[in-house]
């Protein structure tokens, strides 16, 4: 039995709503289209993707999973989005990107099925839409490999971040359709370093995400106020 307690189904209806544009990259999605490179990248840089097993936790469209098959990874992305992932599988077709899989199964219930089985685990922009972040981290660490990395990119809560982030995206900017972030379930950066060590990751680097919306340039550094990202690792030599 599926496991999916751990989901908003209003959260779901959002992305599925709009699934159809998950490829437009002048859509609602445009935002992620223009990130992908910067998060690759660093993903890259710290574990090189290529022969890698992947999962890739809430993969919307494919955007990300597509990416990473495209850069010689075996990759899984799964979601709870019917008409996300069937958009996601027909990118892939029409692309004939290799080595990718869709599949509809709950991050708590694939960890049950494959622990330690992937040697990467990506789960980007997915957190602050779940009611318990928590049990994703847990189920993100039991998916990967003893050595193998967890990399996690979400929204930190602040009121800065809800002047970037919901104000500004959302209503003034209009990068962003109204309702697609609920500021309570932004994630600050120590509550998610919390839940990275109560499933014994280890947190190897933090990074900031930055948006200049006159250049329309994004780009990483250290500075963790609105967006974030952070690259863990599974420790080898641990007990469990
Ligand atoms: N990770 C992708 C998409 C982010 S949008 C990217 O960064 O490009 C957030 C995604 O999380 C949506 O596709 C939505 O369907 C998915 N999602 C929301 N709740 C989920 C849950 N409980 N389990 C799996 N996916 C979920």
Redesign the pocket.
């Not at 799964?78 to 989005?81: F, N, P």
């Given at each position: 039995m599926t496991s999916t307690s751990?989901?908003?189904p209003a959260?779901?209806a959002k992305?599925s709503d709009l699934a159809h544009r998950w490829w437009d990259k002048e859509s609602e999605f445009r935002p992620?289209h223009e990130i992908n490179p910067l998060r690759l990248d660093w993903i890259g840089q710290l574990s090189p993707l290529a022969g890698k097993r992947v999962v890739?936790?809430?993969?919307?469209g494919g955007?990300?999973a597509d990416a990473m098959a495209r850069k010689g990874a075996e990759v899984l992305g799964?979601?709870?989005?019917t008409k996300?992932l069937r958009v996601a599988q027909l990118h892939a077709l029409e692309a004939e990107t290799p080595n990718v899989q869709y599949r509809e199964i709950?991050?708590e219930s694939l960890a049950a099925e494959q622990a330690a089985g992937f040697d990467v685990v990506t789960c980007?922009?997915?957190l602050e839409?779940?009611p318990e972040p928590a049990s994703i981290v847990r189920a993100c660490a039991k998916l990967v490999r003893p050595g193998g990395w967890v990399f996690f990119s979400t929204i930190n809560r602040n009121p800065k971040s809800f002047v970037f982030a919901i104000l500004g995206a959302e209503y003034i900017l209009n990068l962003l359709p109204r309702g697609t972030h609920a500021y309570a379930k932004f994630i600050r950066p120590s509550e998610l370093a919390r839940f990275c060590r109560d499933a014994k990751l280890e947190l190897r680097q933090p990074r900031g995400m930055q948006y200049n919306p006159l250049t329309r340039r994004y780009w990483l550094d250290d500075d963790p106020s609105v967006n974030y990202l952070f690259a863990t690792q599974r420790p080898l030599n641990q007990g469990a």
């Open positions: 751990n989901v908003d959260e779901l992305f992620l890739d936790i809430g993969c919307g955007i990300l799964i979601d709870l989005s996300s709950s991050a980007m922009e997915m839409h779940v």
